[in-house]
């Protein structure tokens, strides 16, 4: 191959890719038992990160960028006068080993563009996997995309060799997709993550009886939808994302705050700025759910559809909730603890285990990594001071401002002290 | 009074042991190195004993379970003076304790071997993620790397496991030893390079003719892969600290 060529084929696969935001490379269990290259690594490792901030752990490239829909919000779109090109399956296989070897990555993230049609591209992805697995010895991790109306046997067969596999949504309702991509509807997503998801369950069931079965999509399935390109409101897409968890037990929801790739009127024009806080917001809220016991209506419902922009959901909430405080650090159960504003999961575990050799104080919480300045108006501990006045949420919420400062306000001009 | 040990682990041990024979009260331990003779303290040498590092280890290993014999360890290698203070203190209190003792992160010492062990933890992620190899004309990856703490031995299975099929080395720098991997075992190695040659990037003749094609093809993609509108230096450097960028191939210019 030549060596401008390939460089240039790798500059428009991994533009193209780019809009993908999962990098995750966790949740692998393959081991290396065949003396080939590559083990997973449970948490997965961020081999770096791009200047914009984002974990790099993936090699994450398009098969090609060739595509027969016209999908608005996609730079890859039929209509979009862009380079065009296309990896052979060779090239992406010696990629993926050449960079694995040099420990530039934790494996391949392999996407394309649909030509001809479904089946055809699903056929190719599946052969890059199987090169991979089959004549590489290469245990790394994969992470596929699912090809929307691909057969359910290409489907079910690249579950053998992919580590995560994935479709994105994409726009948070089908209202929002109809108007963006009338050819696609959020059914075509349905059908196949449901299809992979019996598969995961039916291998997991036959384990338990039968010692030696392959392993299928060990690391699960994963979404995507892209924010603030359509008008839905936050709670909009939390819900969507929450009934996505628990019908198809996703492992990750991902959200990508829309970067205008294009000026058609339907949507934000060229220029405008992606929308990265409430792309954060909506991250925080989505750990709130998965680890802090949140239910999604608690935070977001119709008297609060979208998510305060200048603090975080977890203090939101607090302050529109008083009477659950103040907690008693030394006698609340983890539930609660995990509840209070300016305490993670860690802090939580380790007051949970501590207080049972003596009753905090204010300096152990301080050490044990409680955000002390944010958690003191909402606990009590062994030398709380007294206080006689018991002040409003709205008075809470200033007292934190004021002595925080948002990394997303570049001027602090609408911040201003109450007092 | 002081206890001054030579600063290796059986030494540690070894003063453990010392004190619950003497039973002195307190006492605070100090590696040689940086120990200075104070006008007013007493101090006692303690000799490095393997027999009464043994069973204090074995000690140990009846009172924690694994993940705490590794946050003692991850603290010792550390290398920081204050924590080995620290191992000697939590080593006493959990002995003289109930078993469970070191879940009271209310004690000054658990809480300072957890962040000692989380720093140490954070350090060999850190290596298993920033390391570059560089394939070489003789066929070995090669990487020279200066952690921060002593982390060569957390990271060697790691490297062992995934890089099964190939020969590598993992050179620390600045404590002058190495791993080598030969498709079969990992050994210690230490290397006299001579005068010139570039420890950390090994010049062109010494690299396999393909490496300047995949440096090239690497860098690229890391070019490709950012987002221009979402530009975040802060969150990157975050990331990425610094001093690690000269480790990573990505980061090199041209």
Known sequence: ?419 | MNYIFDGSLPGLLTAVFEWFERKPGKVVLKSTEMFQPEAFAESLLVESNSDKADRVWKGLQKKLKKDWLRIFYCSYLSEIPEAYNHLFQFTIYIFQNELGAQNNYGNEHVIALAKYAKSVEREKHRMEAFIRFQHTADGIFYTGVDPDFNVLPLISNHFKNRYADQQWIIYDLKRKYGLHYNLSTVEEITINFTNGVNSKNPSAILLDEKEELYSVLWKDYFKSANIVARKNTKLHVQHVPKRYWKYLTEKQLS
Not at chain 1, 90 to 106: P, S
Not at chain 1, 136 to 153: C, F, M, R, V
Not at chain 1, 177 to 193: G, Y
Request: proline letters at 4%; hydrophobic letters at 40%; glycine letters at 6%.
């Open chain 1, 1 to 419: 191959m030549s060596f401008d060529r390939i460089r240039e084929k790798l500059n428009i696969l991994a533009d193209a890719a780019k809009y993908d935001v999962s990098c995750s490379s966790s949740g692998g269990t393959r081991k290396n038992d065949n003396k080939g290259l590559g083990d997973s690594h449970s948490s997965g490792i961020c081999h770096t990160y791009t200047e914009d901030g984002r974990c790099v752990s993936l090699l994450k490239i398009l098969l090609t960028n060739h595509c027969i829909y016209d999908c608005l919000f996609c730079v890859s779109r039929k209509s979009n006068d862009v380079k065009r090109a296309a990896f052979t399956v060779d090239e992406v296989v010696e990629l993926t080993m050449n960079f694995y070897r040099r420990n530039y990555i934790e494996g391949l993230f392999l996407s394309s563009g649909i030509f001809k049609n479904a089946d055809f591209t699903m056929e190719r992805l599946l052969l890059v996997c199987k090169k991979l697995r089959l004549e590489q010895n290469y245990n790394g991790y994969i992470h596929l995309k699912t090809i929307p109306g691909a057969s359910d046997e290409l489907i079910k067969e690249a579950g053998l060799y992919a580590d995560r596999m994935s479709i994105n949504l994409e726009m948070p309702t089908e209202a929002g997709l109809k108007l963006l991509a009338p050819e696609k509807s959020h059914a075509d997503v349905i059908k196949p993550l449901a299809f992979v998801q019996q598969n995961i369950s039916q291998f997991a069931a036959d384990k338990k009886l039968i010692k030696h079965i392959p392993k299928f999509v060990p690391a699960g399935q994963s979404t995507q939808m892209v924010i603030g390109a359509t008008p839905e409101s936050d709670k909009d897409i939390m819900y969507t994302a929450s009934a996505f968890y628990k019908n198809f037990a996703l492992k990750r929801v991902y959200y990508s705050g829309y970067v205008p790739i294009s000026n058609d009127s339907r949507m934000p024009i060229l220029g405008t700025q992606p929308p990265l806080l409430r792309e954060n917001r909506l991250y925080q809220t989505d750990w709130l759910m998965r680890f802090y016991g949140f239910k999604v209506q608690e935070i977001l419902n119709d008297a609060n559809p979208n998510l305060d922009v200048d603090i975080d959901p977890k203090l939101s909430w607090a302050i529109r909730n008083m009477q659950h405080f103040p907690v008693d650090i030394n006698k609340a159960d983890y539930r609660m603890i995990l509840r209070i504003p300016g305490i993670g999961v860690m802090s939580a575990n380790k007051i949970v285990q501590a207080r049972k050799f003596g009753k905090l104080r204010i300096d152990q919480l301080k050490k044990i990594g409680v955000a002390y300045n944010r958690a003191k108006h909402f606990i009590t501990c062994a030398d709380t001071p007294y206080q006689i006045k018991d002040y409003q949420g709205t008075q809470i919420k200033a007292f934190i401002m004021a002595d925080s400062q948002s990394k997303y306000l570049k001027t602090d001009n609408n911040q201003m002290l109450l007092f």
